[in-house]
T-cell receptor
Framework: AQSVTQLDSQVPVFEEAPVELRCNYS??????LFWYVQYPNQGLQLLLK??????LVESINGFEAEFNKSQTSFHLRKPSVHISDTAEYFC??????????????FGTGTRLKVLA | ETGVTQSPTHLIKTRGQQVTLRCSSQ?????VSWYQQALGQGPQFIFQ???????GRGNFPPRFSGLQFPNYSSELNVNALELDDSALYLC????????????FGQGTRLTVV
């Protein structure tokens, strides 16, 4: 069975500092990988995704994540954070072999708090 | 292009009651999935609907049921509400033959007292 581990429940970081949010997954099959962001009292917004191809994927607002198959990881990084990045970040996996099924397995989330 | 919309945004129910939550999928999407997000947790998959039939279910009891309508909108029904059903319920829409990306609504916050 697939599972997702986000070891850090909270990550405080000062504004303009770099940050890495860790995500590890367990799966015996190939996976699709996602990072979603959730702002207070809102739903989930897709930040970036890995489906295939280049292992480094980027978002439009400066985040990037690298798929590492040997370490079964998909860590999220940003070289310089802003106050507006304060939110909850969720890593998720799905099984591409179950075509048409959007059953995501989510981690428990990492709360990023950017300090002034 | 309209996004995924859910109603109501907040709801308070009494234990033992029944509740219906509604979701309008994003234009062009034909698949709807529902998730339960308890406080401080990640979302958990409840079920998915495609062509008005359930085609995937998570580890939730039968008192959680759903419907999908010809216009691809969907309802989530929960019978015999329990206190532990208090959560944010998220609807996500997608295209069945798409690339695995689902688009989420803002959610319905259900409180059971």
């Amino acid at each position: 069975a697939q599972s997702v581990t986000q070891l850090d429940s909270q990550v405080p970081v000062f504004e303009e500092a770099p940050v890495e949010l860790r995500c590890n997954y367990s799966s015996s099959v190939s996976v699709y990988l996602f990072w979603y962001v959730q702002y207070p009292n809102q739903g989930l917004q897709l930040l970036l995704k890995y489906l295939s191809g280049s292992t480094l994927v980027e978002s439009i607002n400066g985040f990037e994540a690298e798929f590492n198959k040997s370490q079964t990881s998909f860590h999220l990084r940003k070289p310089s954070v802003h106050i507006s990045d304060t939110a909850e970040y969720f890593c998720a996996v799905s099984d591409p072999s179950t075509s048409g099924t959007y059953k995501y397995i989510f981690g428990t989330g990492t709360r990023l708090k950017v300090l002034a | 292009e309209t996004g995924v919309t859910q109603s109501p945004t907040h709801l308070i129910k009494t234990r033992g009651q029944q509740v219906t939550l509604r979701c309008s999928s994003q234009s062009g999407h034909n698949t709807v999935s529902w998730y339960q997000q308890a406080l401080g947790q990640g979302p958990q998959f409840i079920f998915q609907y495609y062509r008005e039939e359930e085609n995937g279910r998570g580890n939730f009891p039968p008192r959680f049921s759903g419907l999908q309508f010809p216009n691809y909108s969907s309802e989530l029904n929960v019978n015999a509400l329990e206190l532990d059903d208090s959560a944010l319920y998220l609807c996500a829409s997608s295209f069945y033959s798409g690339t695995g990306e689902a688009f989420f609504g803002q959610g319905t916050r259900l409180t059971v007292v």
